[in-house]
């Protein structure tokens, strides 16, 4: 039962990038103005822990902490980044560790992605990944080399080989002059485990209704507005609270 979670953190992209992830480059204009009333308003609201370190992406806090953090009885990594299908069932302890696709709003099976990726075992998605590339994330992956192509490499792999063996194998069958694009996206596509995270996850304890007023919800909504509007442009008197509450209860705005 997937759907009481006993403990959630919430994991951030920092400002700066890694020398090795440096083709993602910087953050989009109002991207710290966006999140922030969001952290805020969920710790209040929901007790939720967030870590974000500016020196380390999300995707690798959310692997150390899937990969490492605990004991837990399972672990749910919920997502849209295809980068994060790498971390099913990664933990050495043999803790289940399952994926919830944003995108598609259901869980992802181990099958469904071996399928998707056209390989045999998780531990290889960086590999196909770093293959095809990722223009949402700046990997440009090996030029000229589609699922198909991606296909006929794995159709040759011995489903017994390890990672190393793999990519050896891999390496070998690229053109020399490709080997390279190959590596640097691979490391753009590979998972650190080993984040030092500085906080840990916490129960959601919603707080309790009777001390929240209009009043309380104003400020979140209005701060997110804010935000919102002057990252894109908008004048503030877009819209408030108190308008946003009658459209909800069907009324004209007072």
């Excluded at 302890?93 to 469904?112: A, I, Q, R």
């Excluded at 794995?154 to 489903?159: E, I, L, N, Q, S």
Aim: aromatic share 10%; proline share 7%; net charge negative.
């Amino acid at each position: 039962d997937h759907t009481g979670p006993s403990e959630i953190l919430f994991c951030w992209d920092g400002q700066a990038d890694k020398s090795d992830k440096s083709h993602r480059g910087p953050k989009p204009p109002g991207y710290d103005e966006m999140i922030e009333p969001f952290k805020e308003a969920s710790t209040w609201m929901y007790g939720i822990p967030h870590f974000r370190d500016e020196q380390n992406e999300a995707d690798d806090a959310a692997a150390s902490a899937a990969s490492n953090l605990g004991p837990y009885d399972d672990v749910v990594v919920v997502s849209g980044d295809k980068d994060l299908h790498q971390l099913v069932n990664c933990r050495i302890d043999g803790t289940p560790v399952s994926y919830y696709c944003l995108n598609s709003k259901g869980f992802l099976t181990v099958e469904s992605i071996l399928q998707k990726w056209q390989v045999h075992h998780i531990n290889q998605i960086n590999i196909a990944l770093a293959i095809l590339g990722d223009p949402g994330d700046g990997i440009g992956g090996v030029k000229g080399w589609g699922p198909k192509r991606v296909k006929t490499l794995f159709d040759h792999v011995d489903p017994t080989w390890d990672w190393e063996t793999t990519y050896d194998f891999v390496c070998g069958q690229l053109p020399p002059h490709l080997v390279d694009d190959f590596n640097r996206s691979l490391e753009a596509t590979t998972l650190y485990t080993d984040i030092p995270l500085t906080v840990s996850p916490s129960p959601v304890t919603m707080v309790d209704p009777s001390e929240v007023s209009n009043s309380d919800l104003a400020e979140v909504f209005d701060q997110y507005l804010r935000s919102y509007n002057r990252v894109n442009g908008l004048t503030d008197q877009s819209d408030d609270f108190t308008s946003w509450l009658d459209r909800q209860n069907g009324q004209s705005p007072t």
